[in-house]
């Protein structure tokens, strides 16, 4: 399973995105994006380094606060619960 942590995109040029995510700048393809992209905006992207899909801010806000919560809990947080025996 593969995690989407929402960049917000800091500069837009010839169908390329810069994006910053947890303070990591990525440079993306947005060339799988059937919509505009603007400076502000909040994008997912796969391994690839393709944006699939622009996210609604707060949403996007609020994973990141979430992220960051769980991130700061340290490798000790149980995010799926106790497995099973």
């Not at 169908?15 to 502000?40: K, M, P, Y």
């Not at 606060?65 to 025996?85: H, V, Y």
């Amino acid at each position: 399973m593969c995690l989407a942590a929402p960049s917000r995109v800091i500069e837009v040029q010839d169908g390329v995105a810069i994006t910053d995510c947890f303070g990591q700048r990525r440079q993306v393809s947005l060339l799988l994006l059937d919509e505009e992209v603007a400076v502000g905006d909040y994008l997912l992207i796969q391994a690839g380094g393709f944006a699939f899909e622009r996210v609604d801010a707060a949403q996007a806000e609020e994973a990141l606060a979430l992220m960051e919560k769980l991130m700061a809990q340290g490798t000790d947080a149980r995010i799926w619960g106790e497995a099973s025996e």
